[in-house]
């Protein structure tokens, strides 16, 4: 009977150490200490909102504090760097388009491969653009914005939160498909690009409506029109890009997404268990209340489905990239 029991802690132990897991998680249960949440931008922005908005629920399904850690810098490499330094399971982070299907485009100093080297947890929200315009640039439409960049050449000015975010790469679509050319402003993340925006440093900026509807509202934001494929009933007074006046935007749509990952390495057994929270998560009526009054569809996903997303834009921003003409090292 010794032996029995010996032979079985044996192989228990075994397991755990061929699986990756800690004699702690097998004995006891995971997770046992605080979680963080990695978030590659600073506060403020849609993303970190994403984040804190999910995290109580979290916090309470698996049973342990979610500490957001806000780790901004390079366009979300540095943030998503550190995600993938950490394999016990007890880090994760928000990934986007900007981190996972066109910084790896764009960047061949990135340090990561978006398909090998991460597990692949859910998708969390998506929502369509919007354009927008400070006042004092003057135009209302996206006919007077073509019509004063060709006029004034050299003078227009668009930000984002960093050189390669999906702010860049839509403006830069916009400018490449009227014709005309724009200064990019890049910010260390989107929050300073928007301030900047409010504040008159720059003329434009691409962003969700979560940023943009109580300042389109109020007047002090024009909105030019916004990346849905028909006019989104969130903002019914501005039109889709595509139906916004000049004809070379016509067909235009996009929708961003924010999801959540975590390294290849974590062990399977612990990223399912993450996955299944956040699933959960994302049921729950407070979270779907939030994200819905902030302009996003909530759309859980399987890992497998994540990955196929992501497989798909990055053949699409490959051609936009190349449409751009971004020659970014």
């Known amino acids: 009977m010794f032996r029995r029991r010996l032979c079985s802690s044996i192989t228990l132990v075994l397991t755990a150490l061929c699986c990756g897991l800690s004699l702690d998680a097998v004995s006891q249960g995971y997770p046992t ?8 931008v600073a506060p403020g922005g849609p993303i970190d909102f994403v984040a804190r908005t999910i995290s109580p629920e979290l916090a309470k399904l ?13 366009s979300q490499k540095i943030g998503t760097q550190y995600i993938l330094r950490a394999t016990d399971g007890y880090t994760f982070g928000m990934v986007s388009p900007t981190s996972l299907t066109i910084g790896p485009l764009q960047d061949n100093q990135i340090g990561y491969d978006p398909l090998k080297d991460f597990a692949f947890l859910s998708t969390i929200v998506e929502t369509p653009l919007v354009l927008v ?3 004092k640039l003057g135009v209302r439409s996206m006919t007077e914005l073509a019509a004063f960049a060709r006029a004034s050449p050299g003078k227009l000015t ?3 939160g960093g050189n390669g975010t999906i702010a860049d790469l839509v403006a830069q679509a916009v400018m490449l498909k009227l014709g005309v050319t724009a ?4 910010y260390q993340s989107t929050g300073p690009a928007f301030n900047g925006l ?9 962003q969700s409506s979560l940023l943009t509807k109580p300042h389109i509202d109020s007047g002090k934001l024009i909105g030019l029109g916004t990346t849905s494929s028909e006019r989104w009933d969130r903002l019914p007074g501005v039109p889709p890009l595509a139906e916004s ?20 390495g974590v062990p399977p057994e612990i990223a399912a268990r993450l996955q299944r929270a956040i699933v959960a ?7 779907i209340d939030v994200y819905t009054s902030a302009g996003w569809l909530v759309v859980p996903s399987s890992p497998d489905e994540f990955r196929r997303r992501i497989q798909e834009e990055l053949a699409l921003h490959r051609t936009l990239l190349a449409g751009s003409g971004s020659t970014r090292p």
Not at 33 to 40: E, H
Not at 62 to 74: C, D, K, S, T, Y
Not at 281 to 287: A, D, F, I, K, Q
């Open 33 to 40: 200490k605080p979680i963080v949440i990695v978030v590659p």
């Open 62 to 74: 698996l049973g342990q504090p979610i500490v957001i850690e806000n780790r901004a810098g390079a």
């Open 133 to 135: 315009a400070n006042p």
């Open 158 to 160: 668009y930000g984002s």
């Open 183 to 186: 200064l990019h402003v890049p």
């Open 198 to 206: 409010l504040a008159g440093q720059i003329d434009l900026f691409v």
């Open 245 to 264: 006046g000049p004809p070379e935007l016509r067909g235009f749509s996009y929708k961003s997404w924010m999801g959540m990952a975590c390294a290849a």
């Open 281 to 287: 998560s994302l049921e729950t009526n407070r979270v």
